[in-house]
């Protein structure tokens, strides 16, 4: 029973050292693309049909709001390192609303890098264990997502307050943008540290 278990244990640690090799080869090449290829990419980009990527994107909303509700009602032991992913999926689920919500333009882009990064902060923080409890745990979540909407509320109100995502008429990306997009992958490539132990 006990060679079972080792068994199972390597073969388990060389699945996820596995994922997080494809992560990082899919994270390294995507970066390659943007950063060398950036026409292949960008210059012919625009939504094509605004109501089916409404419905995408809510459904993505929906979904990581769901996730991120089920991981803060677990309180195993076991559980205690996915509260802060699961309040990064909660503040992506909100930032993804804005997101699908908005017409195409700069705050359009703005809402999708800050859903990004905030998600991966969460990510980041995914082996950092948590001593929440349920009650403050549901306390914290629904700050999150005040703080999202709230964000969303200033940027829709007061757009000249946050910086431009879009230059040419909206056919490329500004370095703030860009910035944002490499931060979020870092911040998700750390989220996959522990998995490699």
């Known amino acids: 029973m006990t060679s079972l278990a080792a068994t199972d244990g390597v073969s388990s640690g060389t699945m996820n050292r596995r994922v997080v090799l494809v ?13 060398f290829f950036p026409h292949l990419l960008w ?9 089916l990527h409404i419905a995408m994107e809510m459904w993505c909303a929906i979904a990581a709001l769901m996730m991120g509700l089920f991981l803060l009602l677990d309180e195993s032991p076991s559980a205690r390192t996915l509260v802060y992913p699961a309040l990064g999926f909660v503040a992506m689920g909100t930032l993804n609303i804005a997101h699908a919500l908005t017409p195409f333009g700069n705050n359009f882009v703005l809402f999708y890098q800050a859903m ?14 948590s001593q929440m409890c349920g009650r403050t745990r ?17 940027a829709g109100a007061r757009p000249t307050l946050f910086p431009d995502m879009l230059v040419q008429d909206g056919h490329a990306f500004t370095r703030v943008a860009i910035v944002m997009s490499f931060v979020a992958a870092a911040l998700y490539a750390a989220g996959t540290i522990p998995f490699l132990r």
Request: with cysteine; net charge neutral.
């Open 23 to 35: 992560f990082w080869t899919a994270i390294t090449a995507l970066t390659v693309g943007v950063v």
């Open 43 to 51: 210059e012919h980009f625009h939504v094509q049909n605004h109501y």
């Open 138 to 154: 549901g306390r914290i979540a629904a700050a999150v997502v005040a703080a999202c909407a709230l964000f969303a509320f200033v």
């Open 116 to 129: 990004i990064v905030a998600g991966g902060t969460g990510f980041a923080l995914s082996y950092v264990p």
